[in-house]
Structure formats: C-alpha cells, structure tokens
C-alpha cells in the first residue's frame, strides 16, 4: 500500500505564504476531495503533494521517504497528477497522447516496448477510448478530451491520482461521466484518488472522505458525513446552505443547497 503524507509544511510564492504549517496522511485507498473557498491553497497543497511546488518549510512524504530526494522518474511510477489547466498540440492524437504516458517507464531515446503498449491499451480501454485512439485532440468534446488526458495519467500505471479540479469547463452530462470514471478507476484499480473540487455535491457525493481548508489551514478534515455539514461550509464559505439527503431507493447522497452569504 503507498502512502502519501505531509509533515508541517509551509507552502509559499516569493514572501506570499499561501500554507503555513500543514499536517496531512493519506494511508489507503480512498477517494478523497479536497475543498474550500478560492485562495484557500487547496491547488498549492496539490502542487507540493506532486512535488511541483518545494517547501519552504516542513516535508512531503512518499512511503516515509521525503520527495524531495525523489527523482521525478521515480515519483512518476507510483504518482500521476493532471493540472487543472493541460494542453497539447492539436494535431496530436489520442493514442500520441497516452503513449507519454509511458516515458518513466523508457530511456531517453528508447522504443515503446510490448509492456508499453500493453499499459497504454489497458488506459485506453479503461477510459473507453479505444474507437477514438486515432482522432486529434482538436476533434474530441471537452469531456472526450478529459478522458484523454485521465489516460495519460493511467498509463503510467500510478498508485496515487493527483486531479485539479477534473470537471472544469464540462457541461453537466460530462462532469458526471468524468466523476463515474474517476470512481470506477478507484474500484478496479485500488488506487487513491486526490482531487481539488469546487463543486460540493459531486465532492460530496463521489467521494470518501473530505478535507475543508480556509486561508491555508484544516477546517475539517473526515468522512462526508462529518465535514459536510451546514456548520462547517458556514465557517468554511461563509454561507447559509441547507444539507439534506436525497435519492431513490438505497441511492442516497448529501447536497447542499446555498441560499445566502453571512
């Protein structure tokens, strides 16, 4: 099992602390959202959690070692992050895409091996992309080229799954064929899912457990039933919201519905 910790970390850009004294273990496969108002740090956290941003103080650590004496190969095999914001040449197809996919797995000038394909098959099935493999990007939906790049990340076959805010810029049926896929990927593969989620009720309905942060620091941090509650997202957004549950049959989930600023 690979875990994933930060140890009072201090998270900053130039004299800017974004985070100043943060402690956080993520021990198992779960699916975990991680949510607050904007300029909370939650993007920086998930920046420093992918090694992506250094710490000025304090430690992230992977299987109890410290990243940051972590060659960024060897971080690759086991963790996988998709920013919020990713772009790649037009005319690059699916299948291109993907294939990047294997590069900690490859020397520098090296060919893709039959292991190499086997994993960028098994990400394209996975992500049921294998009819449009030899389509550009420019081609695809918004939600089509979500799961592209979800593909690429799979195909470096990750333990952990590092996602900025996954839906952004999807219109409603794609949020919620990414938010499935996601949990699928979860179920079938074992691996731990982190996400930024602006959106609390696919958070709260997709996920395991929830982590409320508020000007860099632990609101609440638990499963949705502990965190997403009408007290913490008052403290959290400083808004006024209704949690109620709702559903068909054993399908049941937590929503919130905002009705006015404090």
């Given at each position: 099992?690979?875990?994933?910790s ?7 850009y ?17 699916v975990i ?41 060897s971080?690759?095999?086991?963790l ?5 914001s ?7 197809t ?11 797995y490859?020397?520098?000038f090296s060919?893709?091996t ?23 990007l ?15 990340a ?20 794609h ?66 919201a209704?949690?109620t ?8 989930q ?9």
């Amino acid at each position: 099992m690979n875990k994933l910790s930060a140890l009072h970390l201090r998270l900053q850009y130039g004299e800017r602390v974004i985070i100043k004294d943060l402690t956080l273990a993520f021990d198992k496969p779960e699916v975990i959202s991680i949510i607050g108002p904007n300029g909370s740090g939650k993007s920086t956290l998930l920046k420093a959690l992918a090694k992506l941003l250094i710490p000025t103080a304090g430690a992230v650590y992977l299987n109890g070692g410290d990243m940051r004496h972590m060659s960024l190969t060897s971080l690759a095999k086991v963790l996988s992050v998709l920013p919020q914001s990713v772009q790649a040449p037009g005319d690059m197809t699916v299948t291109d895409l993907v294939c990047f996919g294997r590069m900690p797995y490859r020397g520098r000038f090296s060919s893709l091996t039959k292991a190499d394909w086997r994993s960028i098959e098994e990400a394209l099935a996975a992500t049921e992309l294998c009819a449009l493999r030899d389509q550009p990007l420019t081609a695809l939906s918004g939600g089509e080229r979500q799961r592209a790049w979800l593909a690429m990340a799979l195909a470096k076959e990750p333990k952990i799954l590092l996602l900025d805010e996954p839906t952004t810029y999807l219109d409603i049926r794609h949020q919620l064929d990414i938010m499935e896929l996601v949990v699928r990927l979860h179920r079938e593969l074992g691996i731990t899912v982190i996400m930024v989620m602006h959106d609390l009720n696919h958070a709260a309905r997709y996920s395991q457990r929830l982590i409320a942060l508020k000007q860099g620091e632990i609101v609440a941090d638990g499963t949705v039933e502990t965190v997403f509650r009408e007290d913490v997202l008052a403290s959290l957004y400083g808004i006024r919201a209704m949690v109620t549950t709702v559903g068909r049959g054993t399908e049941k989930q937590r929503i919130c519905l905002p009705y006015a600023t404090i």
